[in-house]
């Protein structure tokens, strides 16, 4: 069974940090890109950047270049988002996402797996 685990959220003020983890069990790793996307209250769901076994496969969203960035342990089968800087719009929930390599990761469609979420507020 395949489970994305994600970690990490919470209440935070205006230009503080959180590190948000999603940890990937019962799928093969090294064939999967995982992407970090985020929703807003009454928005759609936002990509905000993607990673493979090698490296980081996707652009940051323009709204989170320079502040947020991505890693993954592959012995621990966990994949980062760290966030600084963080501003009030940068509150939703964030989810990570699992879709085969080569896919279009902009699409939704793409990805086999999701994690449950968890909740980022960042207070102004």
């Known amino acids: 069974q395949v489970q994305l685990v994600e970690s990490g959220g919470g209440l935070v003020q205006a230009g503080g940090s959180l590190r948000l983890s999603c940890a990937a069990s019962?799928?093969?790793?090294?064939?999967?890109?995982i992407v970090w996307f985020r929703q807003a209250p009454g928005k759609e769901r936002e990509f905000v950047v993607g990673?493979?076994?090698?490296?980081?496969?996707?652009p940051y969203a323009n709204s989170v270049k320079g502040r947020f960035t991505i890693s993954r342990d592959n012995t621990k089968n966990t994949v980062y988002l760290q966030m600084n800087s963080l501003k009030p719009e940068d509150t939703a929930v964030y989810y990570c996402?699992?879709?085969?390599?080569?896919?279009?990761?902009?699409?939704?469609?793409?990805?086999?797996?999701w994690g449950q979420g968890t909740q980022v507020t960042v207070s102004s």
């Open positions: 019962g799928l093969t790793f090294s064939t999967y890109a």
């Open positions: 990673i493979s076994r090698s490296g980081i496969i996707t």
């Open positions: 996402a699992a879709a085969p390599l080569g896919s279009n990761y902009y699409s939704l469609h793409s990805y086999n797996y």
